[in-house]
């Protein structure tokens, strides 16, 4: 069974402060890693995709991946209110269905 | 680039009756549509793989015989929830791998359909 772990939170910083949210993966024959953003009752929305280890940067946000740990996290800098979401993390071979973990809600105050 | 619509975003049925969602990807092809469900506070539950021009893939648990899916051309796919129970209720997305490019692998979702079975 492939998995995909992450913590559910909810995950409380202040505004300005560095978020931090982790995930772990069960199949060792992931290609792909992604990022997802939810706001309630709306649909994921891509945010970082990572193919490589090592680290990948887009604005605020930073993703890590190791695949030798099996392990994915995404930073995101200077959180602002609007970051207040729950970030799911998925994984995939190529071309095929993503594999989502259960989210981890993140809550921004200001 | 890369938008994914469904249509429609809301819809309430009776029980018994039957309901589609469409799927389309706009600016793109896509060979390759994913169905999802998601009940409330809950992750996405993959339902299905639609390759266009052959029959859907089902994960295990998902009656193909009530979720009907046809991908008859490279920018639509249909869901169709034949005799719609209140069970059935819940938001149904749709996501689509843009065939070819430098973004090969990433899914695009749709912006989901609330289905209410009343």
């Known amino acids: 069974q492939k998995e995909v772990e992450q913590n559910s939170g909810p995950l409380s910083v202040p505004e300005g402060a560095i978020a931090s949210l982790n995930c772990t993966y069960s199949?060792?024959?992931?290609?792909?890693f992604f990022w997802y953003r939810q706001y309630s009752g709306k649909s994921p929305e891509l945010i970082m995709s990572?193919?490589?280890?090592g680290d990948k940067e887009d604005g605020r946000f930073t993703a890590q991946l190791n695949k030798a740990s099996q392990y994915v996290s995404l930073l995101i800098r200077d959180s602002q209110p609007s970051d207040s979401a729950t970030y799911l993390c998925?994984?995939?071979?190529?071309?095929?269905?993503?594999?989502f973990g259960k989210g981890t809600t993140l809550s921004v105050s200001s | 680039g890369a938008v994914v619509s469904q249509h429609p975003s809301w819809v309430i049925c009776k029980s018994g009756t039957s309901v589609k969602i469409e799927c389309r990807s706009l600016?793109?092809?896509?060979?390759?549509m994913f169905w999802y469900r998601q009940f409330p506070k809950q992750s996405l539950m993959l339902m299905a793989t639609?390759?266009?021009?052959?029959?859907?893939?089902?994960e295990q648990g998902v009656e193909k015989d009530k979720f009907l899916i046809n991908h008859a051309s490279l920018t639509l796919s249909t869901l169709t929830v034949t005799s719609a129970h209140p069970e059935d209720s819940s938001f149904y997305i749709c996501?689509?791998?843009?065939?070819?490019?430098?973004?090969?692998?990433?899914?695009?979702f749709g912006p989901g359909t609330r289905l209410t079975v009343t």
């Open positions: 996501s689509a791998i843009a065939s070819g490019g430098a973004v090969l692998y990433e899914q695009y």
């Open positions: 199949d060792r024959g992931s290609q792909s």
């Open positions: 990572i193919y490589s280890n």
């Open positions: 998925a994984v995939n071979q190529a071309g095929t269905a993503l594999i």
């Open positions: 600016d793109f092809q896509a060979t390759t």
């Open positions: 639609s390759n266009e021009g052959s029959k859907a893939t089902y």
